[in-house]
C-alpha cells in the first residue's frame, strides 16, 4: 500500500480520494488538516478523520452533527470527543439504520469513557455486547433510572 506524504505547500482538495483517506488516517496529519478533512465531501474521509485519535474536539463536535450513520459511528467511538457531541450521537442513533450500523454506534458509545453516565446506564439495558461493554465503562452507575 503506498504512503502519501502531503507538502503543506498542496492544497488538500486537489488530492483524490484515496490520497486524502490516508491523509485522515495518518496520526502524523496536522490538527489545521484534520480540520479541513472534516468538510470533505466524502463520507469516508470525514468518519476517518472522526477516528483519527489527533482530531480536536471541536472538529469531533463538528463532525457530530452529520446525517451520516458511518460518520457518527466514528465519531462515537473516538475517546477524545466531547461528551455534549456524543449526546448529539445517541440522539440520532435510530431504529431505521442498518441493524450493524446501530449496534456499532452502540457498542461504540458503550465503550466510550467519555459518554455521559445517563447515555451509559440506558445502553446498559440493552441485551448482548451493547450492555455488556456499558456495564463496564467507567461511567456505569447501575442506576436505572
Known amino acids: 500500500m503506498k504512503r502519501y506524504i ?3 505547500v498542496t492544497p488538500i482538495d ?5 490520497e486524502r483517506v ?3 488516517r495518518s496520526p502524523k496529519t496536522s490538527t489545521r488538516d484534520l480540520a479541513l478533512l472534516a468538510k470533505d465531501k466524502s ?3 470525514r468518519a476517518l478523520t ?12 463538528q463532525l457530530a452533527k452529520s446525517k451520516h450513520p458511518n460518520v457518527l459511528c466514528f465519531v462515537a467511538a473516538n ?5 455534549d457531541a456524543l449526546e448529539a450521537v445517541w440522539q440520532k442513533v435510530d431504529y431505521t439504520w442498518d441493524l450493524y450500523l446501530k449496534q456499532s454506534a452502540e457498542c461504540a458509545l458503550a465503550n466510550n469513557p467519555s ?3 445517563h447515555i451509559i446506564n440506558e445502553l446498559a439495558k440493552v441485551w448482548g455486547e451493547v450492555g455488556d461493554l456499558a456495564k463496564i465503562n467507567p461511567n456505569y452507575t447501575g442506576d436505572q433510572k
Open 115 to 117: 459518554t455521559p453516565t
Open 50 to 61: 472522526a477516528l483519527n485519535p489527533n482530531t480536536p474536539p471541536e472538529v469531533l463536535s
Open 22 to 24: 490516508s491523509l485522515a
Open 14 to 18: 486537489t488530492l483524490d480520494v484515496l
Open 79 to 83: 475517546p477524545h470527543t466531547p461528551s
Open 6 to 8: 502531503r507538502c503543506e
Open 43 to 45: 463520507y469516508e474521509v
